[in-house]
């Protein structure tokens, strides 16, 4: 894969590919390729869309035991904590468990903005946890095989969306 309308020659584009496939940060492998920090930021910037691009388009469907959570990333702010604070991004995850996970930033976590992306990638008839979030509440109503509450105290240890 080489990114298209770069001034950068291939096995320049290689070796950044190779440090940012190893973990290393774009200052990093600036240093080590012989190019400005900027280059490299920017050419890591380029991968990390075309891949976010590339999982997007998967129309794969999780099913079985599915896990359903929201939650809110960014630095510490004053003011409000959790849904609603200012500065924070939202972030939708559902995992299967013992399997895949799909994130998603959405901007709120109402009902509106969960259920296409729930639909699509949820096949019915999956066992989905949930922590009893009003937004979940009409995936519920559409499949009767669907959500357990993690919040009730009578439910197993195994039983929590904390993994998301």
């Excluded at 894969?1 to 070796?15: F, I, N, T």
């Excluded at 794969?60 to 599915?66: H, R």
């Excluded at 960014?74 to 924070?88: I, S, V, Y």
């Excluded at 009893?132 to 439910?155: D, H, V």
């Amino acid at each position: 894969m080489y990114v298209k309308h770069c001034k950068l020659s291939r096995s320049e584009q290689l070796e950044l590919m190779k440090y940012f496939v190893s973990g290393a940060t774009a200052r990093t492998a600036a240093d080590l390729v012989d190019i400005h920090r900027n280059t490299a930021v920017r050419f890591f910037h380029k991968l990390r869309e075309k891949i976010a691009m590339k999982q997007q388009h998967r129309s794969e469907q999780l099913c079985g035991k599915i896990e359903l959570d929201e939650s809110y990333f960014g630095g510490t702010h004053k003011g409000k904590r959790g849904r609603g604070a200012a500065g924070k991004v939202a972030v939708f995850g559902l995992l299967k468990r013992g399997g895949k996970v799909y994130t998603q930033i959405i901007l709120d976590a109402k009902s509106d903005t969960l259920m296409p992306i729930i639909r699509e990638k949820i096949e019915p008839n999956s066992i989905v946890y949930t922590d009893c979030w009003r937004g979940y509440n009409a995936w519920t109503s559409l499949n009767s095989n669907i959500s357990e509450s993690t919040t009730a105290p009578f439910l197993p240890k195994n039983i929590t969306t904390l993994t998301v």
